[in-house]
């Protein structure tokens, strides 16, 4: 497994970054089966772990602490923080006082002393950058963080937070994680230039879209189920009409993947491994022979003119769905906002 590095921080990460999303009650329940994913992935190469204190409600985080028993300083290990954990107010959102009390949950859940990257999963915008950051550099310096991130920030957002970063002397995002499949490329158009300007490291989340690039969603074949079809009904309601039209886009690229002979799960990890200003591809596996499906697309390089007829069936930039950019509009987006 290659690797490249994450961002200007030195630190080796492999092309695939084991995305923990479907450990537990999101996906597969069964704990030591999740255990032998994490432990696969590892015995072929990959060396990072992605999860969230919101997937699951923790049981994610439990379950790769319990499989990096032994195994942690092999690991490079990143979590998130924002959503809402437990029940209650002041439980989420990108606080001072929600991240203190997150990264010891998160650092206990994970059975370990550190968190390599430590991430806010989404903006929060009745919080100032300035406190997240601050309450951020201070788990750095005492060493319970060792790298910090953003996920899913609009391009001003990674640009404002560069800046706050450095007028208040605080220590700065070095990744940002961005949904990005051959059928979600909205990041092509502004934020990886950002990033890459910035010398940020881009772990894309969702490589296969969700399961639209599994080479299930094909014409003839029956509407796959999934549970996060269940969780997240917006991106998959075909009576949508940018879904209507990501499931052509899907269909011609399955058909694509045939005729070049590869399996569509691989052109669509590789695609994304493709760009420069990609450091990783967060797949994430629900099974074993998920993950086995998904190992070898490190290693597949897609050649200029693949490349040129994926940009016929979906040109670059092209997002079908704003539920497909996995952020929800600014609050003052809102009607009421826009009106006064």
């Known amino acids: 497994m290659q690797v490249r590095t994450l961002g200007t ?24 089966d999740s255990q032998r994913i994490v432990h696969r992935a590892l015995d072929a190469g990959i060396n990072f772990v992605d999860t969230a204190d919101v997937y699951s409600q923790g049981e994610s985080e439990e379950i790769v602490g319990e499989a990096l028993v032994g195994r942690r300083d092999e690991v ?12 209650g107010a002041n439980r989420s959102g990108n606080s001072r006082r929600w991240i203190v009390r997150a990264v010891e949950d998160s650092l206990r859940r ?21 406190e997240t950051l601050g309450a951020l550099t201070d788990l750095v310096r005492a060493g319970k963080v060792l790298a910090i991130g953003s996920s899913t920030f ?4 990674v640009v404002e937070s560069q800046w706050v970063a450095e007028r208040r002397g605080h220590e700065r995002f070095v990744t940002e994680q961005p949904p990005c499949s051959m059928l ?25 879209a969700g399961g639209w690039l599994s080479g299930n969603w094909r014409k003839g074949a029956d509407t796959p189920a999934s549970s996060r079809s269940e969780r997240l009904p917006a991106r998959y309601d075909l009576t949508d009409p940018g879904n209507q039209r990501k499931f052509e886009a899907a269909d011609a690229l399955g058909a694509l993947a045939d005729e070049v002979g ?23 596996p629900r099974t ?3 993950l086995e499906s998904q190992l070898g697309a490190a290693d597949l390089e897609v050649p200029d003119e693949v490349l040129d007829r ?17 952020r929800r509009p600014h609050p003052r987006f809102s009607r009421e906002a826009r009106r006064g």
């Open 9 to 32: 921080t030195g630190i080796q990460v492999s092309r695939l970054c084991l995305g923990a999303m479907m450990f537990g009650a999101w996906g597969n329940r069964d704990h030591e």
């Open 76 to 87: 490079v290990l990143a979590t998130k923080f924002h959503n809402q954990v437990g029940e």
């Open 110 to 130: 994970l059975r370990t002393d550190h968190i390599d990257l430590y991430q806010v999963h989404r903006p929060d915008c009745t919080t100032a950058l300035d």
């Open 154 to 157: 609009p391009p001003s957002l």
């Open 184 to 208: 979600v490329r909205g990041i092509e158009e502004e934020l990886l230039p950002v990033t890459q300007q910035f010398g940020m490291g881009t772990l894309v989340w969702s490589p296969l």
């Open 262 to 284: 590869v399996s569509l799960v691989h052109l669509a990890i590789a695609f994304v491994l493709r760009h420069p200003g990609v450091t990783s591809a967060i797949i994430g």
């Open 288 to 290: 074993l022979e998920q």
């Open 310 to 326: 994926i940009d016929e069936i979906v040109p670059p930039g092209t997002t079908f769905t704003p539920a497909d950019a996995g």
